[in-house]
């Protein structure tokens, strides 16, 4: 194992490059892009504790996508026989890679499928996620973060000996015990109506324009409306809340 940083815009690997390494990042922020004939489609955004390239290193094949740093980012790179070695000596570790590569995947051909054009056409034209305040002023610009594809799933950083999230989650934030977040908390995923939240199956539940989802509510799903929602993910009084503006076609 060796640790790489590498510079904001600098190129990780490309698509079609071997598959001879995996990486996990430690600290920045790591954007993953697909070939789509002349362009590059936007599939995801990793940070902190989430791996990338092992898809090509278990099938050995090239990779699919491209990585490159969104900013400079720090991570470990596991050479593919070492990889592929401990996953040998202890198969019980290889589920939760497993059960992430199923979710990474299912998301993956969500956005390709959307980007491609074969899904009903978006109802929704800027999707922007804003701080309300407290934890997350730091955490996300004044602007607003643009949510460019959907599903994107919002979730807590990975702590050391944590299994890796069964959902992608492209927004990781830091939490402290007792956490409000869980690793994969809440998603906004498109739907005929427009956009949606759902809960992931939280452990505090989230709320929705003070509609509560989750663990023992009535509902997982809820519509956002045109304009502002207010998104509160944890308890009514957790500091992790959210300002989700909706602008339609």
Do not use: C
Request: charged share 25%; no cysteine; net charge neutral.
């Amino acid at each position: 194992m060796t640790i790489r940083t590498y510079k904001a815009g600098e190129t990780v690997f490309r698509a079609g490059d071997p598959s001879d390494t995996v990486f996990v990042i430690r600290s920045g922020m790591a954007e993953v892009f697909a070939p789509d004939g002349g362009r590059s489609v936007w599939l995801a955004s990793l940070r902190a504790g989430e791996t990338f390239g092992e898809m090509g290193v278990v099938q050995g094949r090239p990779h699919d996508a491209s990585v490159r740093a969104a900013e400079e980012l720090t991570v470990e790179a596991i050479d593919r026989a070492t990889f592929l070695a401990e996953l040998d000596r202890a198969p019980g570790a290889a589920m939760p890679l497993v059960r992430a590569l199923i979710a990474r995947l299912r998301d993956t051909d969500r956005r390709v499928t959307h980007e491609a054009g074969i899904a009903a056409p978006l109802k929704w034209r800027v999707l922007r996620i804003f701080s309300y305040g407290g934890r997350l002023d730091r955490a996300l610009p004044k602007a607003g973060l643009e949510v460019r594809a959907l599903p994107f799933a919002v979730g807590r950083q990975r702590r050391h000996g944590e299994d890796v999230a069964v959902h992608q989650v492209d927004l990781m934030l830091p939490d402290e015990e007792p956490f409000q977040l869980s690793r994969a908390h809440f998603a906004i995923e498109d739907s005929p109506d427009g956009p949606m939240v759902r809960d992931l199956g939280s452990h505090n539940g989230t709320f929705v324009n003070g509609t509560g989802l989750g663990q023992g509510q009535q509902h997982m799903l809820a519509r956002l409306i045109e304009g502002p929602n207010e998104v509160v993910a944890g308890t009514l009084h957790s500091p992790f809340r959210f300002k989700i503006a909706v602008e339609t076609a």
